[in-house]
C-alpha cells in the first residue's frame, strides 16, 4: 500500500530492513564532522520523525528494528572529528525532555506504540 507491504502478521526485523537502510543511508550522507552536537541532535529528530513515520502508521515494528533505529541515531549524535564514537551519556538521559536534562531524541519505541495506538 503506497510503497509499503501489507503484512497480515506481525512481521520480522527483515521485512523491516528498507526502512532501517533508508534511515542509515541518510544519516551516513550527513556529515557529522561538519555539525555540532545541538545541530545532529535538531537533524536526527527531524529525520527520524519522518522517514519511517508512514510505515509506524500502519504496523508494529519489531524491537530489533527500534534497537538498529536508537543504535544509528545515538552513534551519529556522538561521532567525533575521526568517526569514533564515543558515547558520553546514556540513551535513557539523552530520549529525556530538555527541562529535566535530557537532549529530547525521539526513541523509536515510544513513537511507533502512539502511532499504532491511534489504530485502536
Known amino acids: 500500500y503506497l510503497g509499503f507491504e501489507m503484512l497480515r502478521s506481525r512481521g520480522m526485523k527483515s521485512d523491516y530492513l528498507d526502512t532501517l537502510n533508508k534511515v ?14 545541538q545541530g545532529r541532535v535538531i537533524l536526527t529528530n527531524s529525520m527520524l520523525s519522518t522517514i519511517p513515520i ?25 561521532k567525533d ?8 551519556v546514556r540513551w535513557k538521559k539523552m530520549s529525556k525532555y530538555r527541562r ?10 515510544h513513537q511507533n506504540i502512539t502511532l499504532v495506538g491511534k489504530l485502536i
Do not use: E, T
Request: proline letters at 2%.
Open 24 to 37: 542509515s543511508r541518510k544519516l551516513v550522507s550527513w556529515r557529522s564532522c561538519l555539525l555540532n552536537k
Open 54 to 78: 508512514y510505515q509506524m502508521q500502519l504496523q508494529g515494528f519489531p524491537q530489533g528494528i527500534f534497537n538498529s533505529l536508537d543504535r544509528c541515531v545515538h552513534s551519529f549524535v556522538w
Open 81 to 88: 572529528q575521526s568517526n569514533k564514537v564515543l558515547h558520553m
Open 100 to 109: 529535566l536534562g535530557g537532549l529530547w531524541l525521539h526513541v523509536a519505541c
